[in-house]
């Protein structure tokens, strides 16, 4: 996760100007992070700020926001409980449009 903004986090590797404040913060409540939204424009080594669970969540919001034709994730909910792996995968996946999603998964309740 690069240092700087959240946005440019978010974001990476695209431009933060592709996308408004406000479609970045429908997609942070999205993946339950919308206690971010004040704090989009606040410099910081993210890797560092967020819980592993909160990096998950914005490699979620990526995938909304980039919506690439094809998603492999490979454990990708292995540091969110069960309530956000419920929400991000299950609500918000099947709202992703046209595109592939491969699934890997070794914890039972994400199966």
Not at 48 to 60: C, I, M, T
């Amino acid at each position: 996760m690069p240092v700087g903004t959240l946005k440019e986090a978010i974001l990476f590797p695209n431009d933060p100007k592709s996308v408004s404040d406000e479609e970045l913060t429908k997609v942070l409540q999205m993946v339950d992070m919308e206690k971010f939204k004040d704090r989009l424009n606040d410099v910081s080594a993210w890797s560092q700020q967020l819980s592993p669970g909160e990096q998950q969540r914005v490699a979620f919001a990526r995938i909304m926001l980039q919506k690439p034709d094809w998603v492999f994730l490979d454990e990708s909910t292995s540091a969110l409980d069960l309530k956000n792996d419920e929400i991000i995968l299950v609500q918000e996946c099947s709202n992703f449009g046209p595109h592939r999603i491969q699934l890997l998964a070794t914890q039972l309740y994400t199966l």
